[in-house]
Nanobody, 119 residues
Framework: QVQLVESGGGLVQAGGSLRLSCAAS?????MGWFRKDREFVAAISWS????YYEDSVKGRITISRDNVQNTMDLKMNSLKPEDTAGYYC???????????????????WGQGTQVTVSS
């Protein structure tokens, strides 16, 4: 089993920044961030060589991972009120370029961390 724990959420003013982190235990898989009702945000392959972003957040966020510490980060800049959501870390044993944006490809999920952007 894989355990995922998110952190870093909070309240921030529009235009501000937050860095979300996901601490993982278990094997290294491709991982992603989703928000709200499993809406895709970003994903990264097990090696970090392939990265995918949802169009609405592209240019404002950066996904990265550290396989030594077994963590994944989502750096968010220029936050907007519409970014307000629960953000969930997920891991996909069957991660691929074609399935990276699909929530059903992810077998393991964290409990989420809340991001609230005030106007």
């Amino acid at each position: 089993q894989v355990q995922l724990v998110e952190s870093g959420g909070g309240l921030v003013q529009a235009g501000g920044s937050l860095r979300l982190s996901c601490a993982a235990s278990g094997r290294t898989f491709g991982m992603g961030w989703f928000r709200k009702d499993r809406e895709f945000v970003a994903a990264i392959s097990w090696s970090g060589s392939s990265i995918y972003y949802e169009d609405s957040v592209k240019g404002r966020i950066t996904i990265s991972r550290d396989n030594v510490q077994n963590t994944m980060d989502l750096k968010m800049n220029s936050l907007k009120p519409e970014d307000t959501a629960g953000y969930y870390c997920a891991a996909a044993p069957g991660f691929s370029s074609s399935a990276s944006r699909t929530s059903s490809a992810y077998a393991y999920w964290g409990q989420g961390t809340q991001v609230t952007v005030s106007s």
